[in-house]
């Protein structure tokens, strides 16, 4: 069965980091584009970022571009969000997803950003 | 970037009876490759997004038949035969053919 499962959210204060993982079994995540979604509270579904296959290629959306990164390690079925100098608007759910929409969704992973 | 509209925004529906939700991208959503990357994702009160429906039409593993997709260009539909109690959430369509964007979402109601 495919999965993709998220980790790493948490309570962290405004201008802190905090580093995302989204493991993947049941399918290889290296034949794949693959993207960060988010969803604050009561609200749609945000793209924030995608990467391509070997991870030579990144897009970001505006709200984050100079703040995270995306990354990807294939090796260990793995990808990553190094989310810096958060902001209070950067709290929400934060989903790994292929790009392509043909994949499951994970449950995602909080993150709070608040004193 | 690839704007999704979808409508109506809330759909209030009788149990047993159909709904349909439209989606329009602002742009083609067939790609270089000449698939088009539209699904549909269903997020019941409390859970995370689930996939419905990919690549327009394609359904899921373990989605209901009732389920349907059609659509090409940038018009879509999702089409839910006989709505059951189950089936009450937000429904999003999600484009994947330029970076990504996703509709607002069609709370979908019982009447």
């Known amino acids: 069965e495919e999965q993709l499962v998220e980790s790493g959210g948490g309570l962290v204060q405004p201008g802190g980091s905090l580093r995302l993982s989204c493991a993947a079994s049941g399918f290889t995540l290296s034949r794949h584009w693959m993207t960060w979604v988010r969803q604050a509270p009561g609200k749609g579904l945000e793209w924030v970022a995608n990467i391509n296959q070997d991870g030579s290629e990144t897009n970001y959306a505006d709200s984050v571009k100079g703040r995270f990164i995306i990354s990807r390690d294939n090796a260990k079925n793995s990808l990553y969000l190094q989310m810096n100098s958060l902001r209070a608007e950067d709290t929400a759910i934060y989903y790994c997803?292929?790009?392509?929409?043909?994949?499951?969704w994970g449950q995602g992973t909080l993150v709070i950003v608040s004193s | 970037d690839i704007v999704m509209t979808q409508t109506p925004l809330s759909s209030p529906v009788t149990l047993g009876q159909p709904a349909s939700i439209s989606c329009r991208s602002s742009?083609?959503?067939?790609?270089?490759?000449?698939?088009?990357?539209l699904s549909w994702l269903q997020q019941r009160p409390g859970q995370p997004p689930r996939l419905l429906i990919y690549?327009?039409?394609n359904r899921f593993s373990g989605v209901p038949d009732r389920f349907s997709g059609s659509g090409a260009g940038t018009n879509f539909t999702l089409k839910i035969s006989r709505v059951e109690a189950e089936d009450v959430g937000v429904y999003y369509c999600m484009q994947g053919t330029q970076l990504c964007s996703f509709g607002q979402g069609t709370k979908l109601e019982i009447k």
């Open positions: 690549k327009i039409s």
């Open positions: 997803a292929e790009s392509g929409g043909t994949r499951a």
């Open positions: 742009q083609s959503l067939v790609h270089s490759n000449g698939n088009t990357y």
